[in-house]
């Protein structure tokens, strides 16, 4: 299921040197990146990377330099579901293309085979980040808003340009520079205990 966020740029009758120009810019789209285990949350700040796992999702495939990210860790990613909420933690733009890895990279006893470079370019607190729940109500990405928790079982999920106008505003507030806050972030989260095999 795809999340229709095509912008349509309408040349009004411009000059042919005028309408190959604005056909030569990219045009940015935004996505919630979204991390369900706080290892890996760890790991995309650490190597300000973003690794995806074997799967033909078509908006990876699209995934471009230049477009925006809004940093989203679920409920369960730091294990305490009943404490913690969705949120968003952080902004971020992509800075390479999508490409496979010559060997997949482990993160929290999972596989992932392809990934690209971001910049994250603000951080919340740690455990800190503006709860998604409270804008439902106004985000054109989940029109079902009684069910809309099932839109995140995805790493990317595109967004409209009103949503990440929405999502720049309201993150203000809790943003810091990521310099600050990543070192606490990374002596923070503990890896994951695993029974030996």
């Known amino acids: 299921m795809e999340l229709a966020g095509a912008l349509t740029i309408v040349h009004c ?16 789209v935004a996505y919630l990146l979204i991390l369900s285990e706080r290892e890996a949350v760890a790991w995309v700040l650490r190597e300000s990377q973003m690794a995806f796992p074997q799967t033909n999702r078509s908006e990876v495939n699209r995934l ?21 909420r969705t ?14 890895y010559e060997k997949p990279v482990a993160i929290a006893g999972r596989d992932f085979t392809r990934g690209c470079d971001i910049t994250v370019r603000a951080l919340a607190p740690y455990l800190m980040g503006l709860d998604l729940a409270s804008l439902i109500p106004r985000l054109d990405a ?17 967004i409209s ?17 990521p310099a600050a806050v990543i070192p606490i972030y990374l002596s923070s989260i503990r890896p994951i205990r695993r029974a030996p095999a």
């Open 13 to 28: 009758g411009a000059p042919q040197s005028q309408v190959a120009l604005w056909d030569n810019v990219p045009v940015v």
């Open 64 to 84: 471009k330099v230049g477009d925006d990210l809004f940093v989203v860790t679920t409920r369960r990613c730091w294990h305490n579901p009943t404490r913690d």
């Open 87 to 100: 949120r968003v933690i952080g902004t971020a733009v992509v800075t390479s293309e999508v490409v496979p």
């Open 142 to 158: 989940f029109p079902n808003k009684s069910a809309w928790s099932i839109r995140l079982r995805r790493a990317l999920l595109e």
């Open 161 to 177: 340009t009103s949503d990440a106008t929405l999502l720049k505003q309201e993150f203000e507030g809790v943003a810091r520079e």
